[in-house]
């Protein structure tokens, strides 16, 4: 399985930061996964929350602050303070710049299901082949209409459902019918039958999120292409053990 680092090393660093995606490949990561959203001025900027205070300590929306005013914050402020310093939250393309000289795959979530960010899927997919990068690139949101468009704009590049709430029957079919690509679940919402579906339509399925071993256990058990977690290095020691998976 691949080991994918959430948001980078999310679980020891400050999470969607040039510092966790550093530390990420440091510990043998696979591929990382992040999260985009637009700034008022159009620039791609990589955050998860729409809303600022929890990650910088700022009140306010990350769509009403320009990136000049984006990169002034502290991304890692509002969670651990002074420890890890300064680090600015990253946009897009300075992140591109930093992985086209890595072999890692970026799983790009684009986070446009509580505002609609205009544009954006054609703004990233424009950075991508700007780098180069369309094979080393999969594509997922919790908005499926978006992947719908992303799959118009350049069709070769995968994109993966996510979902964090319980779907009936059919997902590979669903997924596959609309001609996308892999299944995104929540750990807790993946069963048997929903991966025997899956395979039946030819649908990979990366898992979030998957901290312990239960869940690396259950991932493997069904046969899951790639595990997303917050410990990318534990994560890959598990893995890698003779006595995994415990008998």
Same mark, same amino acid.
């Given at each position: ?170 997902? $590979?079919?669903? #997924? !596959? %019918?609309?001609? +996308? ?6 750990? *807790? ?5 929903? &991966? ?17 071993? $239960?869940?690396? #256990? !259950? %991932?493997?058990? +069904? ?6 977690? *917050? ?5 890959? &020691? ?10």
């Amino acid at each position: 399985m691949k080991v994918v680092a959430h948001r980078g090393y999310s679980g020891l660093y400050p999470e969607n930061t040039m510092l966790a995606f550093n530390k990420a490949v440091e510990a043998g990561s696979d591929e990382i996964e992040l999260d985009v959203q637009l700034a008022k001025d159009g620039t791609v900027v990589i955050i998860h929350d729409e809303i600022l205070e929890r990650l910088t300590g700022v009140k306010g929306a990350v769509k009403d602050f320009t990136i000049g005013e984006l990169r002034k914050l502290n991304a890692s402020a509002g969670v651990y303070g002074e420890k890890f310093g300064f680090n600015p939250i990253p946009s897009l393309e300075e992140y591109f710049s930093w992985v086209k000289d890595t072999e890692i795959v970026t799983n790009i979530e684009l986070k446009n299901s509580c505002y609609y960010y205009e544009g954006m899927e054609e703004k990233v997919i424009s950075l991508i082949q700007k780098y180069g990068i369309e094979k080393r690139i999969i594509l997922s949101s919790f908005n499926h209409l978006s992947l719908a468009k992303c799959k118009k704009i350049c069709p070769s590049i995968p994109c993966g459902v996510l979902t964090g709430s319980y779907l009936e029957g059919g997902i $590979g079919y669903y #997924i !596959k %019918s609309n001609g +996308l690509d892999f299944f995104h679940p929540e750990i *807790n919402l993946l069963s048997e039958e929903i &991966a025997d579906d899956c395979k039946k339509h030819e649908v990979e399925i990366n898992v979030w999120t998957v901290n312990d071993m $239960g869940g690396l #256990i !259950k %991932s493997k058990a +069904l046969n899951c292409r790639g595990v997303i977690t *917050n410990y990318p290095d534990v994560c890959k &020691a598990w893995l890698s053990s003779p006595s995994f998976p415990p008998r």
